[in-house]
């Protein structure tokens, strides 16, 4: 069983900044690439920023210049800095990571529960 738990989100105004955090626990062998989606009210959930095992870096045309993603290998735990944030960033944030849970056992998907971002004009 592999549980991913976030934590950071909360109000703020714009402008203003956010960490995110997100925690991978349970049977892990290695995780391939972490990453945050979002998804707004009415809105599909969409790709913010994903990071792999090797660190290569994906980010939304959206967030570019605004967020940073980075990891914690020895503690499986992936962050998303948020500087500059807006309206338009509101959002349910939930953490996504590719995790093999034994030797080529072949990666599968999971995701967290989701935190809530809000920003205030």
């Known amino acids: 069983q592999v549980l991913l738990e976030e934590s950071g989100g909360g109000l703020v105004q714009a402008g203003e900044s956010l960490r995110l955090s997100c925690s991978a626990s349970?049977?892990?062998?290695?995780?391939?690439?972490m990453g945050w989606h979002r998804q707004a009210a009415g809105k599909q959930r969409e790709l913010v920023a994903v990071q792999t095992r090797g660190g290569s870096t994906t980010y939304a045309d959206s967030v570019k210049g605004r967020f940073t993603i980075s990891r914690d290998a020895a503690k499986n735990t992936v962050f998303l800095q948020m500087n500059s944030l807006k309206p338009e960033d509101t959002a349910v944030y939930y953490c996504?990571?590719?995790?093999?849970?034994?030797?080529?056992?072949?990666?599968?998907?999971?995701w967290g529960k989701g935190t809530l971002v809000t920003v205030s004009s």
């Open positions: 996504n990571a590719d995790i093999e849970r034994y030797w080529n056992s072949g990666g599968m998907n999971y």
């Open positions: 349970g049977s892990i062998f290695t995780i391939n690439a």
